[in-house]
């Protein structure tokens, strides 16, 4: 009897999206059992690759919205999912502010906004959308969902009661809220966030001390940028009476997470498992023999809430062997590959191929490791 296989990993960023890996897994798998059956099962947790991830298992079609960019003045084509009979939109904060669409020496946090997010929000809502799917990981941005809000007509003013400049740093401006106008239409969305970490918003955990320095900030910038969360905080509290400060994940896509949770109502969830459940993942688990997932690096953070922790827990789950193709290994293979984790591993990068080459021969060499990897996988059992 043929065996099935579940193939079902992240996409390896800035190399090949996760179609593309399955389709590479799948040509290796072609390659010993041409007459296994595949179940495809592409996922993400809520950063890149979400809406082409979710859009079309559920029956929708993806829509192109222009947007601010992050940068002030830019303007930036978006997609994003909307699935009708659900009246389900599924969007990605990164398409229209994430890091790739600022230029690596404009990357600038205190400038950088979320409008455009909520400018994506908006036209979901005018789609007809009654819940909204949306994954935030990825961002160039620091400024806690200000931007988001503002696009949604929350107003940010300063002392003389003018709206504060868009971005992290006019943060520490802020002296009031009002969310007298902000579109009525927010409170009965249901908006279920995508969240792949748990930074709280502000101190040496949150926002900008942990992911400020990607986005471009200096040891300057990141004071500075906490200080201003943290005073944006306060008024958030006094406005709406939410305490973002303590909010799980709040620190996600530069505090996006915390404005999500105090303009929206969002719940924000492990996006792996809000993926998984959406797409029905166990249903393809229950049909499976072995799992074959992967992504573009594995490390000691995996199992707090990637992709690849959510994927391989579910199988074990069902009491299925996980084997996983990743672009690199970081950390001591037995930390991976054991009883509890996974059945077998490999790397694309080793002491022959390099992080370069890895990267632009991605789809041939994770066909040759699939290969590679099921021959000793079998050879064993």
């Not at 960023?13 to 996760?18: F, Q, T, V, W």
């Not at 940068?71 to 890091?99: D, H, N, R, T, Y």
């Not at 992290?168 to 249901?190: T, W």
């Not at 949770?261 to 166990?282: H, S």
Request: negative net charge.
């Amino acid at each position: 009897m043929p065996i099935t296989i579940l193939i079902a990993p992240d996409s390896f960023k800035g190399s090949l999206n996760a179609q593309q890996v399955v389709e590479a897994i799948e040509c290796g798998v072609r390659g010993l059992f041409p007459d296994a059956t595949i179940i495809r099962h592409p996922v993400s947790d809520g950063g890149e690759g979400l809406v082409r991830v979710v859009t079309p298992v559920l029956g929708g079609k993806e829509v192109t919205t222009t947007v601010c960019g992050p940068l002030p003045g830019q303007k930036v084509q978006a997609m994003w999912g909307f699935v009708a009979k659900q009246s389900l939109a599924v969007i990605e904060m990164a398409a229209a502010a994430g890091l790739p669409l600022v230029p690596r020496g404009q990357r600038n946090p205190n400038i950088t906004t979320t409008y455009g997010v909520g400018e994506l929000i908006r036209a979901a809502l005018d789609a007809g959308a009654t819940s909204i799917l949306l994954g935030i990981g990825g961002s160039a941005t620091n400024d806690g969902g200000a931007g988001m809000a503002e696009a949604l007509g929350v107003r940010f003013l300063d002392a003389t009661g003018a709206p504060i400049a868009r971005g992290g740093a006019a943060l520490q401006n802020l002296a009031c809220i009002d969310v007298s106008v902000k579109d009525p239409r927010i409170a009965a969305a249901g908006i279920m966030v995508a969240c792949d970490v748990q930074n709280t918003l502000c101190g040496p955990n949150g926002a900008s001390a942990v992911y400020g320095p990607q986005k471009g900030a200096s040891a300057a910038d990141l004071l500075l940028l906490d200080q201003a969360l943290g005073h944006y905080a306060s008024i958030v509290g006094l406005s709406t009476g939410i305490d973002v400060l303590s909010v799980p994940g709040g620190g996600a896509a530069g505090g996006l997470g915390a404005g999500l949770v105090a303009f929206c109502g969002a719940m924000l969830k492990r996006g792996i498992d809000l993926v998984l459940e959406i797409t029905r993942f166990d249903n393809h688990l229950q049909r499976a023999d072995l799992l074959i997932t992967g992504e573009g690096k594995i490390d000691s953070q995996v199992k707090f809430g990637k992709a690849l922790s959510g994927v391989i827990g579910a199988a074990r789950k069902h009491g299925i062997p996980a084997l996983a193709i990743v672009g690199a290994i970081e950390g001591p293979r037995e930390l991976f590959v054991n009883a509890e984790f996974l059945a077998d591993l490999e790397s694309l990068v080793d002491e022959q191929t390099s992080v370069e080459t890895a990267m632009t021969g991605a789809s041939k060499l994770v066909a040759e490791k699939t290969k590679l990897l099921l021959q000793r996988y079998f050879s064993r059992t």
